[in-house]
């Protein structure tokens, strides 16, 4: 059963979590969190070793990393190295999100477990509603059109395009999606969306206003986006490296937004509920 757990580093997501655990009445210990608020029942450790002694697990932050070196602490002032971490937790189980190749190997040579949230199916759809609202909220801001009647293209038809494909069509936007597979482009079609081969795209693509992009690879390079109308939009939701050529759109004078890790952005009451139910449901599995 898990009693005691220790919180190392994080956004204000993992803040969010903190008051709910301990609203459910765990023991918790953090590091790399000192610039947040008390909560009760909450301890601040002063050391990494003190802060994972005795848990019986440790949460980490999401993404644990956004330089491949350091763990993300925007709540500290401390820099936690990967390294660091590892060796401090050597042998337990670790939860954190995006976890990258280099802990992997940390871990591996420290015999810790690790789980990654983002991973989980569960998280990664719950987490799409909150992505599809803070792009949408971010075309609001940034476009000189209403969505209403506006021509978007939605770039990818995972969990994410489905999303928000279906919340754009819900404020009136002419709703373009694109997609490889053949039964994708069938299951656009049904849902009443027009479908965009990929193939067909740099024929197409003067004729958006707003295109948003989740495939994480680079789909608008150079040649594609000298055809892209100078008043569109682009908002890329891909993870890195992004699916966009940023310096190539800058040259252009095209406006993009390389909108990442937007549940935390924008709604972190609610993606910390989410993160939490995920936990939950971990710890049940453990």
């Not at 939860?95 to 591996?108: H, M, P, Q, V």
């Not at 690790?114 to 992505?131: G, M, P």
């Not at 489905?162 to 994708?184: S, T």
Request: glycine share 6%.
């Amino acid at each position: 059963m898990i009693k005691k757990i220790s919180v190392i580093g994080g956004d204000l997501r993992i803040v969010k979590l903190l008051e709910m655990l301990a609203k459910d009445e765990y023991e918790i210990c953090t590091y790399g969190l000192e610039k947040i608020e008390n909560i009760n029942s909450v301890k601040k450790c002063k050391t990494l070793q003190e802060t994972v002694q005795d848990a019986d697990i440790v949460i980490g932050p999401i993404p644990i990393t956004s330089d491949n070196t350091n763990v993300n602490a925007p709540f500290s002032e401390k820099i936690i190295t990967l390294n660091e971490l590892a060796t401090n937790i050597k042998g337990k189980k670790i939860i954190a999100g995006s976890i990258k190749r280099e802990f992997y190997e940390l871990s591996n040579d420290n015999k810790i477990e690790t789980i990654d949230l983002l991973n989980r199916e569960e998280l990664a759809v719950l987490n799409a509603i909150s992505t599809a609202e803070g792009a949408i909220q971010i075309a609001m801001e940034e476009t000189i059109k209403t969505i209403h009647n506006s021509n978007v293209l939605i770039l990818g038809f995972g969990r994410i395009g489905k999303v928000l494909a279906k919340m754009l069509q819900g404020v009136g936007a002419n709703v373009y999606c694109e997609a490889r597979k053949n039964v994708d482009l069938a299951w656009i079609r049904a849902y009443g969306y027009i479908p965009i081969h990929q193939k067909e795209i740099e024929k197409q693509i003067d004729k958006y206003d707003i295109i948003m992009n989740t495939i994480p690879s680079m789909i608008l390079d150079k040649q594609i986006l000298k055809k892209v109308s100078k008043n569109c939009v682009i908002i890329d939701l891909a993870s890195n490296p992004g699916g966009v050529d940023r310096q190539e759109a800058k040259k252009l004078g095209i406006k993009v937004i390389w909108a990442l890790s937007l549940p935390g952005k924008v709604a972190p009451l609610t993606s910390a509920e989410y993160i939490k139910d995920t936990i939950y449901n971990i710890f049940e599995e453990l």
